[in-house]
């Protein structure tokens, strides 16, 4: 099981495709999907280290606040095992 899984949902896909950009090149952190929620918001949701997906997630958001593209966003630390049913999570 992953230590933390975070999403990002933002307004537009080039700004998703920017934000997803911007976290990877921030922390050591994978992307695991990115979801297509509507015709115009799209999360992303990535996985990692705790502090690492913190540190991707606070550079998406702010990222995505330059777009005034943020629709919202959480990190959640020890995710539970039943998340895999939710979300397709690696290991």
């Known amino acids: 099981m992953t230590k933390a899984i975070g999403m990002?949902?933002?307004?537009?896909?080039?700004?998703?495709?920017?934000?997803a950009?911007?976290?990877?090149?921030?922390?050591d952190?994978?992307?695991v999907t990115r979801e297509d929620v509507s015709e115009v918001y799209y999360t992303i949701v990535i996985e990692g280290e705790?502090?690492?997906?913190?540190?991707?997630?606070d550079r998406g958001v702010e990222i995505?606040?330059?777009g005034n593209a943020l629709m919202?966003?959480?990190?959640?630390?020890?995710?539970?095992?039943?998340?895999?049913r939710?979300?397709?999570?690696?290991g």
């Open 8 to 19: 990002i949902e933002t307004f537009g896909l080039a700004y998703s495709l920017v934000v």
């Open 64 to 66: 995505a606040l330059q």
């Open 29 to 31: 952190i994978q992307v």
């Open 86 to 90: 939710i979300i397709p999570m690696k």
């Open 72 to 84: 919202s966003y959480e990190v959640i630390a020890r995710p539970m095992i039943d998340m895999k």
């Open 21 to 27: 950009d911007a976290m990877l090149k921030t922390a």
């Open 50 to 57: 705790v502090s690492a997906v913190q540190m991707a997630i």
